[in-house]
């Protein structure tokens, strides 16, 4: 059996989609500037993808001084700052795709791994999520399009979405659903 698996935030797979999102600024700036646009759906454009860079930049900031968050090894999962959960409390890990469909049309393969813990298990929040987790109500909307409150998505973190599934394949016998 081979060692544990442990998952850390990766400012280096967060750059592109800063980036993607700092091209679509670009773009509505461009749009407005030569009127292919109206100004007014311009400045909401910036507004609301400017937002959202600055939430990605402080996100790749934030993870480059970051320890660990996630440990996943024979006695279970860990969640840095909380005690190892037994693999028992957990009814299946699920891997979906962004939410909400309608927005992620273009998901650029971004996956979402969720593990859901047996009924009246409460399980952790990652560290790195707890700073979003304030914004008011993104806390109860995660938990309306994913299940739980222990989400990984790991385009932002150091391991694959594959590299996630066999190791909650190799340390327990959890079911693993979606793609």
Do not use: N
Not at 33 to 46: D, E
Not at 70 to 76: N, V
Not at 108 to 117: H, T
Not at 166 to 175: K, T
């Amino acid at each position: 059996m081979s060692d544990a698996l442990v998952v850390s935030q990766s400012p280096r797979r967060q750059l592109p989609s800063v980036g993607f999102i700092a091209a679509i600024l670009c773009a509505y700036v461009l749009l407005g500037a030569f009127g292919v646009i109206s100004r007014w759906l311009m400045w909401v454009g910036v507004a609301v993808f400017g937002a959202v860079l600055l939430i990605g930049l402080y996100g790749a900031v934030r993870a480059r001084g970051a320890s660990w968050d996630l440990r996943l090894d024979l006695d279970g999962v860990t969640v840095r700052g909380y005690a190892t959960r037994p693999w028992s409390d957990f009814a299946e890990v699920r891997v979906t795709g962004m939410r909400p469909g309608w927005f992620f049309i273009v998901s650029l393969g971004y996956r979402v791994v969720a593990f859901i813990g047996e009924p009246g298990v409460e399980l952790p929040t990652l560290p790195s999520a707890k700073p979003f987790g304030r914004v008011g109500g993104s806390a109860r909307l995660r938990e309306r399009w994913y299940g739980p409150q222990l989400l990984l998505m790991p385009h932002a973190f150091d391991a694959s979405t594959q590299a996630i599934v066999d190791a909650v394949r190799r340390f327990s016998d959890v079911p693993v659903r979606g793609s």
